[in-house]
């Protein structure tokens, strides 16, 4: 469970990277937009993030592995418009839901980790999950920037949406198989 959990979230937050070299691109050059505009996509994202986060307590009563794989899921799907022609309005509901979505991940993955390390072991376990977070992020972010150069920054929000439906999926194909 723990290799699992930490494959996920290693995953999940190297998909993210290229959205924070994408979004200010695509709000610029894109929506032809502000950095005003660019502050509300982010003051939206937070709003939803926070909401997210208090639902983290209630989400913790269903069953862990496919509630984290429907905030994979989630998280990839609301990021799609971004990717897509649309409008505004439309672009700012999907961020705001997704963030929605996203926001408990972090409540919920630590306590899958508390859970499932040995006593003896959590905090090893906790500094194995800050190490590999800490690098898959910025990594994520250092792809962005190719990633913009050669697809755009609409291109790159769907690749990361795409990867990420993908990462969802390939999670649910790996815990049917260890059911049967």
Do not use: C, K, N
């Amino acid at each position: 469970m723990l290799p699992g959990l930490l494959a996920l979230s290693f995953v999940f937050y190297l998909l993210y990277g290229p959205v924070e070299v994408a979004l200010p691109v695509h709000v610029a050059i894109d929506l032809h937009g502000s950095a005003a505009l660019l502050g509300v996509f982010w003051a939206v994202f937070g709003v939803g993030a926070v909401i997210g986060e208090l639902a983290a307590p209630f989400l913790r009563r269903w069953r862990v592995w496919p509630t984290m794989t429907a905030i994979v899921l989630g998280w990839g799907l609301a990021l799609t418009p971004l990717g897509l022609p649309g409008p505004l309005w439309v672009a700012l509901a999907a961020f705001f839901a997704g963030a929605v979505i996203w926001g408990p991940w972090m409540s919920l993955s630590m306590a899958v980790l508390q859970d499932a390390s040995p006593p003896g072991a959590l905090a090893q376990v906790i500094a194995a999950r800050g190490s590999l977070l800490i690098l898959a992020s910025p990594l994520g972010t250092a792809l962005g920037g190719p990633l913009v150069a050669a697809l755009g920054a609409r291109g790159t929000l769907l690749v990361s949406a795409l990867g990420t439906i993908a990462l969802g999926l390939i999670t649910v194909a790996v815990l049917a198989a260890a059911r049967h």
